[in-house]
Nanobody
Framework: QVQLVESGGGLVQAGGSLRLSCAAS????????MGWFRQAPGKEREFVAAITWSGGMTYYADSVKGRFTISRDNAKNTVYLQMNSLKAGDTAVYYC??????????????WGQGTQVTVSS
């Protein structure tokens, strides 16, 4: 069972930056693909970014491409989301999630509790 704990959220002005971290425990971190998702008030949860188990491939939602960067440090069991040029529309609760690399499904099985990001305009 993998446990995920996000940190790094907060209040930032539009145009500013934040770096989210997600610390994993309870499993072999390097065996998991990792993703970031977000959910704004009144909206469904949406995909933000993902990174493969080795860090060799990354994927982004069009809305964050060029502004956000996902990375991981397998030695520290941590995945990061560097968010630059933040906009009011990025305001949401951000969740990290893990999916075992051998899974036959694209669903993420493990989720963190979320961290709030608020961007003031």
């Amino acid at each position: 069972q993998v446990q995920l704990v996000e940190s790094g959220g907060g209040l930032v002005q539009a145009g500013g930056s934040l770096r989210l971290s997600c610390a994993a425990s309870g499993g072999t971190f390097s065996e998991y693909h990792m993703g970031w998702f977000r959910q704004a008030p009144g909206k469904e949860r949406e995909f933000v970014a993902a990174i493969t188990w080795s860090g060799g491939m990354t994927y982004y939602a069009d809305s964050v491409k060029g502004r956000f960067t996902i990375s991981r440090d397998n030695a520290k069991n941590t995945v990061y989301l560097q968010m630059n040029s933040l906009k009011a529309g990025d305001t949401a609760v951000y969740y990290c999630a893990a999916r075992w690399r051998g899974s036959k499904t694209v669903e993420y099985a493990y989720w963190g509790q979320g961290t709030q990001v608020t961007v003031s305009s």
